[in-house]
Structure formats: structure tokens, C-alpha cells
């Protein structure tokens, strides 16, 4: 009842143009498929052990969206079902996803990480690491994967301003992105920021995504 509420609560206030990614990492499988009675199709997973374990015990037509450091290592697992990774921070990762892809005949879409906020320990590329590796071209060549978008996480703090404005360079860059190597590309469209305390700010900064776990599920056991 308690997740059915949070989830009404939350896809009420979305537009029509953000998509609620229910983030059920540390959260048992009868909490996901609670979520998924009550229509929510789209879960966020961030270790591969937990995402193969619960995948296999949920129903096919959950859309599963990869949203934490992935190592190269791990991508194999997930290749073969992921909907979309959203924390791509390295170029050799998004390589490594692309060679996996390609070895089951899939072309997964990928979102760049921003690193954006304050802490040091954030991964992600930085938006003129992100403009460096957009203008090689690299990924060009990869033909498994194709690229979807931006993702960020804010700094994790009480002050809305600095969130705002952290936000606010993800949503400048994603336009400048756009416009430079996009343009011609309905299929990048994508900017996923916001979580729990911060989505209805990522909101105001042209959100398509927002990823959002402790508000539906509860606080996580780790
Ligand atoms: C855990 C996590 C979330 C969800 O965090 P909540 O504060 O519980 O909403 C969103 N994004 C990423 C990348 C996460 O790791």
C-alpha cells in the first residue's frame, strides 16, 4: 500500500515527458513486484549479482536500467537483457559495452555521466572531458551501443541552490551536446537527474528521467 501511494504520489507530478525509474537496489523482489502491480514497468538496479538474482525471479516485461558504476568486468551478465545504462563514465566502458552488445546482437542505449557535483568521489566524465570525447568520434565506430543521453548526480546536500545550479550545468551541456552532435538524432533525448530529496529540482532543469528509490521503497538496509 505504502509503495503504491509513493508511486501514485510521484508519477502524478511528473510530466508527461519524465519517466519514473523506480530504484529497488538493497530492496527485496516482493517490493518490486508490489511496485509492479501497481503498473510501474521501469526498475533501477546498480549491482549485477542483485539485478541477476531478482531478474530472474520477476516478470519479462520489466524494463531494467543498469544505474551504477559498472565494471568492465560485469558487463557481460547484463548485456544480453539491460534496457539502458545510465552511468557510463569512461570510454572504455562504453567500448566494452558496445563488444558485448555486439557478440548477442543488441544495441544498447547508453547515457554519459556528468560529473557535476561537489564531492571528489563521483565518477563521470567532466563536461570538457565529455565534449573532448564526443568531438574524437571515437564512438562513432561503436555499433553496439548507441548513445541516449546525459545522466548526473548532484552533491548531496541540503542546499537547493547548489543543487539547482549543478543541475543546471548538466541541462546546459545536454543542450550544447544536442546541438553540436545530435541534432540530427531523435534518439538522444535523454537527461537523467533527480533522485529522492532532489527530483522535483532536476525537474525544473529538463529531467527526462528521474531515479528515484528511498521515496517509494524506504530507507535501504545495506
Ligand atoms: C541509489 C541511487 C538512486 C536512488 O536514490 P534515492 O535517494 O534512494 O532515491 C538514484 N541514482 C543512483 C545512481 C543511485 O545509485
Known sequence: MEVKQAISEITSQLPATTRLVAVSKFHPAEMIREAYDCGQRIFGESHVQEL?????????????????????????????????????????????ISRQAERVGRQIPCLLEIH????????????QECLAYLAS??????????????????????????IAAEFSTAENLFNKVKKEFFAADPNFCERSWGMSHDWKIALQHGSTMVR????????RNY
Not at 568492465?72 to 545510465?86: A, M, Q, S
Not at 557535476?116 to 563536461?127: L, N
Not at 528515484?212 to 530507507?219: L, N, Y
Request: glycine residues 8%; negative net charge.
Open 212 to 219: 528515484i528509490g528511498s521515496q517509494i521503497f524506504g530507507e
Open 52 to 96: 541477476q538474482a531478482k531478474r530472474a525471479t520477476l516478470p519479462d516485461d520489466i524494463q531494467w536500467h543498469f544505474i551504477g558504476h559498472l565494471q568492465t568486468n560485469k558487463v557481460k551478465y547484463i548485456v544480453p537483457y539491460i534496457d539502458l545504462i545510465h552511468a557510463v563514465d569512461t570510454p572504455r566502458l562504453l567500448q566494452e
Open 116 to 127: 557535476v557535483a561537489q564531492e571528489e568521489t563521483k565518477y563521470g566524465f567532466t563536461p
Open 137 to 162: 568520434g571515437e564512438w562513432r565506430e561503436l555499433n553496439g551501443i548507441r548513445l541516449a543521453g546525459l545522466m548526473c548526480m548532484a552533491s548531496f546536500t541540503e542546499d537547493e541552490q547548489q
